[in-house]
Each structure stands twice: as structure tokens, then as C-alpha cells.
């Protein structure tokens, strides 16, 4: 480090996982950026050359810009106090946008308002907290792909991440690579995480299905819908 410029913080395992995906674009937005420890890791890194970090709580907000003031960065990384994509201007020529940390089901609310951005992105950083098959059949159903998946262990969650890209899937996603991700299904070796990270769901699925049958009145829908999963969960181990 040279004398004056800002120390490389140190990113929790989870949001070093997705820092990583945003490579090789230098001008990203990180929609949500309640803190901008993304893009000024990015930043001192001399991984980006500009950012925009977005966030609609007047709080969050705040620290986000005081820690890009303390960073000193102003110049280069752009706090706005915005609702998701609406942070970003087309003079920022934005590259590569993250939606890290928030529910999957409004990480595709958010890019659903603003459909123009096909025309001028060429990456997607996801990291949806809730609801992961959802944004995969999200990505399928709206002209993108999957082009790099991750997955975590951090602080006892487990965490999956994706950069999609604007190219068609050339077929639809199978049920067990939307549960389970086609990158990280298809990877060899396979993600030890991965592999953990299933297994315990696996049993988890099972004890439950054994706790429900004990119940006076059979909750058959769930029932079935764990059977289900039971048997992707399978299909995805053994494959
Ligand atoms: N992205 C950071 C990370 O991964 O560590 C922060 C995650 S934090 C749990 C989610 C942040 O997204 C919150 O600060 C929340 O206010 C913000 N957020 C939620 N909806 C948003 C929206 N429509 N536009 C911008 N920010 C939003």
C-alpha cells in the first residue's frame, strides 16, 4: 500500500465471494449498499475504476457515504439515496450491477422496473438471501445465463452467488439445477461446501418428513412437496 491511500478492508467470506464475481468490469453500481464496504473494497484493490453505490433508506445511506468519505474516495464512488436501478445514470456507463443480501423475490422486483438495462449491462452479480430457484428461472426467463456460480459457509448461513450475463440458456433449466445451481451441479471437482451444504439439507428434509407423519392430520401438500425435494436433492448428489 502507498503512503495515503486507503487500506483494503476485509470482507466477510460472503461478500468477498461476491466482490470476486464482479471481475473484470472497472464500473459497477451496488444497488442496496448499505454500508459501500463493496465498492470500496473494490476500489482500494484497484479492481474498479468507478462505482455507484445505491441505497433508498435515508439512514443507510449515510453511513455508506461516510464511509466513502473516510475512504476518501467521493470522486470515484457515487452514493445516491435511490430506489434499486433508478441510482444509476447512463453518463455513470455502468457495466456490471450487484444486488447482494436481499430477498430474491426483490432482487427480481427491482430488475423488472427498469427493463432497459439489457441494452447496456454486461454483468449481474446476484446474491439473493431467500428464494434461489426463483432467481434462477428469473435469469432463464429473461434472456440472461448463468456464467459463475459460488457458493458459501459464513458465520453458520450458507450463501449462493451468481454473475449472469446477458446470453440465452440454451435449454431451460431442469428442476435439480434450480435448486442447486447448474454451475455448481456441473463443477468437477464439485464445491465441498456444496456437498456439506446439501447433505444437511437432506437430513434436515428427512427428519422433517418423520415429524410431520407423527402429526394428527397429515399435512399433505408439504408433504409432498418435500418428497419432492427429497428426491432432486438426490438426483443432484449423486449426479
Ligand atoms: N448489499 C449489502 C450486502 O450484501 O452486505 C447490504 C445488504 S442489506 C441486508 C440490504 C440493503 O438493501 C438494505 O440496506 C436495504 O435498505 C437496501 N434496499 C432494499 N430495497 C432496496 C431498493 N429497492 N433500492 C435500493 N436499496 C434497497
Excluded at 426463483?134 to 458465520?155: K, L, S, Y
Excluded at 450463501?159 to 435448486?179: A, N
Aim: charged residues 20%; glycine residues 6%.
Amino acid at each position: 500500500m502507498k503512503r495515503g491511500e486507503p487500506a483494503i478492508i476485509k470482507l466477510s467470506q460472503r461478500l468477498q465471494a461476491v466482490a470476486d464475481l464482479t471481475s473484470p468490469w472497472r464500473r459497477i453500481a451496488d444497488i442496496g449498499s448499505d454500508h459501500a464496504y463493496l465498492p470500496i473494497y473494490l476500489m482500494a484493490a484497484n479492481k474498479i475504476d468507478y462505482a455507484v453505490a445505491g441505497e433508498v433508506i435515508p439512514g443507510p445511506f449515510e453511513i455508506a457515504q461516510a464511509h466513502i468519505k473516510q475512504a476518501g474516495y467521493q470522486q470515484q464512488i457515487k452514493a445516491r439515496l435511490a430506489d434499486g436501478l433508478a441510482a444509476i445514470q447512463s453518463a455513470d456507463e455502468i457495466q456490471c450491477v450487484v444486488l447482494a443480501g436481499m430477498g430474491g423475490r426483490l432482487i427480481t422486483e427491482i430488475l423488472n422496473r427498469e427493463p432497459n438495462i439489457y441494452q447496456y449491462l454486461q454483468g449481474l452479480v446476484l446474491e439473493p438471501n431467500q428464494d434461489v430457484p426463483f432467481v434462477r428461472q428469473w435469469v432463464a426467463d429473461h434472456g440472461w445465463r448463468i456464467t459463475a456460480e459460488r457458493i458459501v459457509f459464513d458465520e453458520g448461513h450458507c450463501y449462493q452467488m451468481m454473475l449472469v450475463q446477458p446470453e440465452p440458456v440454451q435449454r431451460p433449466y431442469s428442476p435439480v439445477e434450480l435448486l442447486m445451481g447448474p454451475l455448481l451441479l456441473s463443477a468437477t471437482p464439485r464445491d465441498p461446501v456444496f456437498t456439506k451444504y446439501w447433505t444437511f439439507k437432506l437430513k434436515q428434509r428427512e427428519q422433517l418428513i418423520v415429524q410431520l407423519n407423527q402429526a394428527q392430520q397429515l399435512p399433505v401438500a408439504k408433504l409432498q412437496q418435500l418428497k419432492q425435494e427429497i428426491a432432486l436433492i438426490k438426483e443432484g448428489l449423486a449426479c
